[in-house]
């Protein structure tokens, strides 16, 4: 048992859905195009080229402070945050300084049966930089990346553990997917993370004296992989008793290695100043409650309606929260049913149906199966029309082909065999097949009745049910 705990704080930079860049009328959908075909004079930076922001980005970035319930600047700018690196050859970064956006917000996570809030420091604007490629001895630039719209969100430090930290990062994703305001999709590099972290003893309430930052994290494993090293790293640094250095580290490859970039003596100084060529930012009150009202119930509210509402437990709502559309459609499957029914659709949903749509490649938009004839077959099976395993095979029939349950199992002839009658006459014909079994039952050998229920079962192929069956069987022979 380590004697540290970690010390947490997370940025999120996030590429958000617009069909141009952030300052100028390039394509910002620049993921797998030829190298440098989405560019103009404003992404490439030349002189003299002027930047005009782009409106729905701002609203999504807008949108998303409002959903992590921060305060809204409501006279907000741009700033020009000045450095020189290769990919950011106009010598400054635009983005926002002491007017972000958004501040002092909260996020609602879930630990251990637990709710935590972790702090949102701020959310703000800015504009992505260039991708460099190694080729060789060679350098090369990518601009069509260079100015795509990026909304940061800075939490406070307020993780003291890795399960908070990826329940988090989970958690924004969800979100923002929610919101509609990215697709969040970490292989395009359209969610990248950045990680401030140290370790102080178990206790310990202070900041410690030192900050590790690791840049450009492409995904949440990585994250994971990141933090569990980086803990091994600084506890042996600590226990040797030194103090890690203050420094910027980079990854060095998927496992999570990180090595150093940059050591910092004091922080980074950017001679931040208001960007000269775009005019101050405004919202008016009304325009921000507009935005507001175009908050959908977002996933850690609908996650506890869904607990309360349909009585489901708390990895039943997760799994149906993870998505907008499906948790949607559990909706529309369970819509009037009592609490009950309502878990058993769940189940169903969350077993078998999700089963099959993997087994099948088939995503939520391309079933064929309907909300209405998951309910349908959980009716027929909890009120024993059907039997389970018959619920199956329907599921199944109706997932290839959206055929309504009810009408296939009409067309198939597949419901129990409630007809006294009917079940009476296939267990006279069994008894008589039978006579040593008959005499065992006599005998008291309990595995006589279920045997022979079991071939009346077989003889209607499953149809018969079986607790009716018991209960014909016994009568005939006392
Ligand atoms: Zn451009």
């Not at 983005?95 to 702090?119: A, F």
């Not at 087994?359 to 039997?387: C, F, N």
């Amino acid at each position: 048992m380590s004697i540290y705990e970690p010390v947490i704080g997370l940025e999120v930079h996030l590429q958000t859905k617009t069909k141009s860049k952030m300052f100028c009328g390039c394509s910002s959908n620049y993921f797998g195009s030829e190298p440098n075909t989405r560019t103009c004079p404003v992404c490439l930076g030349l002189p003299g080229a002027l930047p005009v922001p782009n409106e729905k980005a701002i609203e999504h970035t807008l949108k998303l402070a409002l959903a992590l319930n921060c305060s809204i600047n409501k006279k907000s700018k741009f700033d020009r945050k000045n450095y020189f690196f290769h990919d950011l050859p106009k010598g400054y970064q635009i983005s926002q300084y002491d007017l972000p956006i958004g501040y002092d917000g909260w996020v609602e996570i879930e630990v251990r049966d637990d709710s935590k809030r972790i702090r949102i420091k701020r959310v703000h604007q800015e504009e992505d930089t260039a991708k460099t490629i190694n080729e060789g001895e060679n350098l090369l630039i990518d601009f069509n990346k260079s100015g795509v719209p990026l909304t940061e969100i800075v939490t406070k430090t307020d993780f003291e553990s890795i399960e908070e930290v990826i329940k988090f990062a989970k958690r924004m994703r969800q979100i923002v997917r929610y919101l509609d305001v990215s697709d969040a999709d970490m292989e395009k590099g359209q969610m990248r993370f950045e990680l401030n972290m140290s370790l102080r003893k178990q206790g310990e309430k202070q900041l410690p004296s030192y900050k590790v930052e690791v840049k450009n994290i492409g995904s949440i494993s990585v994250l994971e992989k990141v933090i569990i090293r980086e803990v091994e790293r600084q506890t042996k640094i600590l226990d040797e008793g030194e103090i890690p250095d203050q420094e910027t580290r980079g990854l060095k490859d998927m496992t999570g290695e990180t090595v150093s970039q940059r050591v910092k003596e004091d922080s980074d100084d950017y001679r931040y100043f208001p960007e000269p060529d775009i005019p101050p930012l405004e919202f008016s009150d009304n325009y921000i409650s507009e935005i507001r009202k175009t908050i959908p119930e977002l996933p850690h509210e609908k996650k506890m309606r869904f607990e309360e509402e349909y009585g489901l437990d708390g990895g039943m709502a997760e799994v149906l929260i993870s998505t907008k559309d499906f948790a949607d459609w559990y909706e529309m499957a369970s819509e009037g049913k009592k609490k009950e029914q309502a878990i058993d659709i769940a189940s169903w949903i969350i077993g078998d149906l999700k089963k099959l749509m993997t087994a099948k490649k088939v995503s939520l938009k391309k079933l064929k199966i309907k909300p209405v004839h998951i309910s349908k077959i959980s009716e027929m099976v909890s009120s024993g029309i059907i039997s389970g395993t018959t619920g199956k095979q329907i599921l199944e029939e109706s997932f290839d082909t959206g055929k309504d349950p009810e009408i296939i199992v009409k067309e198939r002839n597949l419901g129990q065999i409630g007809d006294k009658e009917e079940i009476e006459e296939v267990a006279s014909r069994i008894i008589e097949k039978n006579p040593k079994v008959v005499s065992d039952y006599k005998n008291k050998n309990e595995n006589a009745l279920k045997y022979l229920v079991g071939q009346v079962m077989r003889e209607t192929k499953g149809r018969a049910n079986p607790k009716l069956t018991e209960e014909i069987l016994k009568s005939i022979l006392e």
